[in-house]
């Protein structure tokens, strides 16, 4: 049996080099694929494999003082999501432009998914914001969530602008990492009340399923594309092309071009692209 794990941890670590080599060999000796990234502040980590394997990736990192609290999100999954295993250094382990000083460890109030759903149930009125990228929105979120139109994690400074800094702001992403981040920075430019999802949508997802205030599914950056949490989870993303409802994305059909484009099953047996310049390109290329 194989499975996926997400995880992530904000703590100071003076020597991430040495971090990273430790990684790469624990995680190719246990014959794991996926992503590990390593700064001063912390780690990240997507790894995909067997479960006895992962079982042991998660016992040594629990022998470190650094990692023994490490928090795991278990999905179903394969070590061949992965196209191969990638383990490396980076100044940050979030990205915001233009870069700021600020101290990432001083996050807002960390609600857990009981808490989360509870405030929500109360305070319906509550801001609450998603911290990813649009074309993960699109094809899941929290009801009501004020979605921001960014493609990259790193320009979603412009969006806090248009929040109230006066009044709770409720943020969540994936596996908890970014809006953790972003609290603190929001906390850093005067934010007086911020909560971030602790855990993120993937643990939310597991206790809740579709019966709370998430609706759709879940984005991943693997092959699966996409996490449903239930048999009733809804498609609220729209194919661009006939206009029925999906959460399938398809990659642009121009070779060199990263863009996902979204289209239910009928459709992505079609070539498109996701612009006219893609298509005028390949046909000059051609």
């Known amino acids: 049996m194989q499975k996926i794990i997400l995880y992530y941890k904000f703590v100071p670590l003076p020597a991430p080099d040495m971090t990273m080599l430790w990684q790469r060999e624990l995680a190719r000796r246990l014959n794991l694929r996926g992503r590990v990234i390593i700064s001063q502040h912390g780690i990240n980590g997507t790894l995909g494999g067997e479960l006895d394997d992962l079982k042991i990736y998660v016992k040594e990192m ?4 650094e990692f023994k609290d490490v928090q795991y999100k278990w999905s179903d999954g394969s070590r061949e999501d992965f196209p191969k295993l990638s383990v490396k250094v980076r100044k940050e382990l979030v990205t915001l432009e233009p870069e700021e000083e600020f101290d990432v460890f001083d996050s807002g ?5 009981a808490a989360w759903h509870k405030y929500l149930s109360e305070h319906p009125e509550a801001t609450v914001f998603d911290a990813r990228n649009q074309y993960e929105s699109d094809i899941g979120k929290f009801k009501g969530a004020i979605v921001p139109q960014i493609k990259t994690f790193k320009d979603v400074k412009k969006e806090l602008e248009k929040l109230p800094k006066d009044k709770p702001v409720l943020t969540y992403c994936t596996g908890d ?13 005067g934010f007086q009340d911020v909560y971030h999802l602790d855990g993120g949508i993937v643990k939310y997802g597991q206790q809740f399923g579709d019966a709370g205030h998430w609706e759709g599914k879940c984005y991943v ?3 699966r594309m996409s996490l449903p949490f239930s048999d009733q989870a809804s498609d609220i993303g729209t194919c661009v092309r006939c206009k029925t409802a999906t959460s399938h994305y398809e990659n642009c059909a121009r070779p060199d071009c ?24 390949v046909a000059v290329i051609s």
Do not use: G
Not at 62 to 65: A, F, G, H, P
Not at 177 to 189: D, V
Not at 261 to 278: D, G, P, R, T, V
């Open 62 to 65: 629990n022998l470190t003082t």
């Open 109 to 113: 109030t960390a609600l857990k998914p």
């Open 177 to 189: 990492i970014r809006c953790e981040y972003l609290s603190a920075y929001m906390k850093h430019t």
């Open 221 to 223: 950056f693997d092959k």
């Open 258 to 281: 990263n863009q996902q484009i979204l289209l239910c099953e009928n459709c992505a047996e079609q070539s498109l692209f996701c612009s006219e310049k893609c298509q005028e390109d």
